[in-house]
């Protein structure tokens, strides 16, 4: 379910620690034990590269840094902490993608390249999220 506000669209999204799935998945782990956080109000910001998580989120998911990265912002460039990948699920579509750190208080932010593997587009007139009119709006993935 998309929300509005003015000029923004806001999602819902589940993040899972991709880790833990793979865990559970060999038998390691239990699947209600997995990390997992799901919030009504992630905003998609074509303005950001990737999935951007706040601190708490990413410690509430036990995700394992795995670097930096020099990110540009409203004010400036400067560097972001890099963690591991998770499972991002909207709209019964998911993918898997690294994840930048924002300060908390700051919300999730959902870039392009995660709305590509969803195939996933930002309908402006409508301000909410789409399956992609090129697909009929199915999940597709081209492969030139």
């Known amino acids: 379910m998309e929300l509005t506000t003015v000029g923004k669209v806001v999602t819902a999204?589940?993040?899972e620690n991709l880790r833990d799935l793979?865990?559970?998945q060999r038998g390691h782990r239990e699947p209600e034990q997995v990390r997992r956080v799901t919030v009504s109000d992630a905003l998609v910001d074509t303005g950001t590269t990737f999935l951007s998580l706040p601190t708490r989120?990413?410690?509430q998911l036990g995700l394992v840094r795995r670097g930096e990265k020099r990110v540009r912002n409203s004010t400036g460039t400067l560097t972001a902490?890099?963690?591991d990948a998770v499972r991002l699920t909207i709209q019964d579509r998911d993918c898997?993608?690294?994840v930048l750190e924002v300060p908390d208080g700051a919300p999730v932010l959902i870039g392009p390249?995660?709305?590509e593997a969803l195939d996933?587009?930002?309908d402006p007139k409508g301000q909410k999220l789409i399956g992609n009119p090129e697909h009929h709006g199915e999940q597709m993935y081209d492969q030139f």
């Open 81 to 83: 902490t890099l963690y």
């Open 57 to 59: 989120l990413i410690q």
């Open 22 to 24: 793979v865990d559970a």
């Open 96 to 98: 898997t993608t690294d």
């Open 113 to 115: 390249i995660p709305l």
């Open 120 to 122: 996933l587009v930002v």
């Open 13 to 15: 999204a589940t993040i």
